[in-house]
C-alpha cells in the first residue's frame, strides 16, 4: 500500500519548506522570474491567508512539505485559489497530492458557504491547466473575474468552480 502525504492547516513550522517549494517550483521548473520579495504573502501566511474564509493547507510526506494550496478570501462568499504547487515527485496517480490538497479546498469552500472559487496561473503551467479542467473548473476571460480578485502580474490564464 501506497503511502499517501497527509492534508493539514499551514503552520509557521511549515514557512521555510513552503517558501522553498514554491520558489523551486517557480524558478528553477518553470524559469518564472519571481522572488520571495515579490511574494511578501509567503511571509505572512497566517495573516495573510487563514482568516475571514480563506485558508492556507499543505500536504506533509515523512515531514516534508510536499505540496500547498490557498483560498484567499475576497468577500460576496467567494476566494481566490492561490499557490497551489506540488513537488514534481509527488504529482501524478501515485501519490494523489494534488487531488488531496484541492479536495480539501473544496470541503472547506463547502462548509463556509462559499458560492465560487477564481483562480489565475500562468500559461506555461499546462499540467495545472488539464487538472483543473479535469476537476471541473471553467475557463473564463480576464473580464468575468469579480472586481475584488487579486490579480497578479504573471497570471494570464483565469478559470472559475461553482459551488451553486
Do not use: C
Not at 21 to 40: A, D, S, V, W
Not at 98 to 111: C, G, N, P, S, V
Request: charged letters at 25%; glycine letters at 4%; aromatic letters at 12%.
Amino acid at each position: 500500500m501506497n503511502e499517501i502525504p497527509i492534508v493539514k492547516p499551514y503552520s509557521n513550522e511549515h514557512q521555510d519548506q513552503v517558501v522553498d517549494l514554491i520558489l523551486q517550483i517557480q524558478q528553477r521548473e518553470y524559469n518564472i522570474p519571481i522572488t520571495k520579495e515579490e511574494q511578501p504573502d509567503l511571509f505572512t501566511i497566517k495573516d495573510f491567508y487563514q482568516k475571514g474564509h480563506g485558508n492556507f493547507w499543505v500536504a506533509v510526506f515523512k515531514d516534508q512539505v510536499v505540496g500547498t494550496i490557498s483560498l484567499l478570501d475576497i468577500g460576496n462568499n467567494q476566494v481566490a485559489l492561490r499557490k497551489m504547487f506540488v513537488d514534481k515527485n509527488f504529482r501524478g496517480k501515485r501519490y494523489k497530492t494534488a487531488h488531496l490538497l484541492l479536495d480539501r479546498a473544496i470541503t472547506w469552500m463547502k462548509e463556509n458557504s462559499i458560492k465560487s472559487v477564481f483562480l489565475g496561473t500562468t500559461p506555461q503551467f499546462l499540467a495545472a491547466h488539464r487538472f483543473y479542467k479535469k476537476h471541473g473548473f471553467t475557463s473564463i476571460g480576464i473580464e468575468e473575474l469579480p472586481k475584488n480578485f487579486p490579480l497578479l502580474q504573471v497570471d494570464k490564464k483565469f478559470y472559475q468552480y461553482s459551488l451553486t
